[in-house]
């Protein structure tokens, strides 16, 4: 979906740790000398992602950055794969504290293992083996280029980091300063055309979270881009105001 001038939404399917069918949103943003893809997918996706990318208008092979919001595996799962088939070298952009993380040099927070043993428990023969199989040799790639909160990247008209904690330690957020668009993550969700709050479940440090819903609200921000659950923009400021006072 196209979003704004050289702004896409690339929704992908994915099948789930329970084999239920589900979406996630990567977000392309691009203009004449920068292509950059935020976030990518779960390990094995490199394909749709291509596919995606060329559906949006813009030749995968012209990709050089990629910034990651967080550490988690559906965020980080094919990162290795574009990084290595990339003809050019891409760099990859994400917050200091999720360096070693997504670097294989610590263990993915939420994959510890009794976290892991519940998870698995429960699914059926197959899947466990091929979840078993991504833990046991979890997505890793170099980061390049670390960044911190308020920083404005000088890129497609410039995209400011807003550092956002809670979900994971350096969870970070986008906005889009042209075109007012807020790239989420998973600091907000959105479901059956609503905006909603963190997903406690999936959340790290709840009460950041919600302290980290405060800081968006100093955006003017039209539309937002959830990682799950695609594209809000029914009064983005208003409902973001109401959630971080909630
Ligand atoms: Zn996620």
Redesign the pocket.
Known sequence: MRLADGVAVLELPFRGPMGVQGM?NLTLIWDNDTVILVDTGFPGQLQQIREAVDWAGVPFDRLDKVIITHQ?I??IGSLPDIVWESPRKVEVLAHEEEKPYIEGRKPQIKANPERLAQMLAVMPEEQRRRMEAVFANPPKAGVDTAVSDGEVLPYCGGITVISTPGHTPGHICLYLNQSKILIA??ALVAAEGKLFGPNPQ?TFDLDAALKSLKKLTAYDIETVVC??GGVYSDGANERIAELANG
């Open positions: 996630i988690d559906d965020h993550g998973d999936a990682y799950h």
